[in-house]
């Protein structure tokens, strides 16, 4: 079993900027992935970006060029900075771990783009 906190969310303007961090505790030997999802009311829950145990990362079109996706593997921590933000990026991000025998999501925070 692991566990996932999330922090960072929060109100920002648009062009501003946020960084979010998920911390993974509990069994977290083997993980194979980590990810930032977001969902938007009324849509479906989507892909932001990923990036894997060797360090490979997926953005998702959307978010290219100003969202990064980073990890602190002694610290089990996945990050996601998040800059030049518009209203499109307004969501609940969730933070997603995926390893042996286990795929644990976060409860989600808000990141909420005022325009």
């Known amino acids: 079993q692991v566990q996932l906190v999330e922090s960072g969310g929060g109100l920002v303007q648009a062009g501003g900027s946020l960084t979010l961090s998920c911390a993974v505790s509990?069994?977290?030997?083997?993980?194979?992935?980590m990810a930032w999802y977001r969902q938007a009311p009324g849509n479906q829950r989507e892909l932001v970006a990923q990036i894997t145990r060797g360090g490979n990362t997926h953005y998702a079109d959307s978010v290219k060029g100003r969202f990064t996706i980073s990890k602190d593997s002694a610290k089990n921590t996945v990050y996601l900075q998040m800059n030049s933000l518009t209203s499109e990026d307004t969501a609940v991000y969730f933070c997603?771990?995926?390893?042996?025998?286990?795929?644990?999501w976060g409860q989600g925070t808000q990141v909420t783009v005022s325009s």
């Open positions: 509990g069994s977290t030997i083997s993980i194979y992935a």
């Open positions: 997603r771990v995926t390893g042996m025998a286990y795929d644990s």
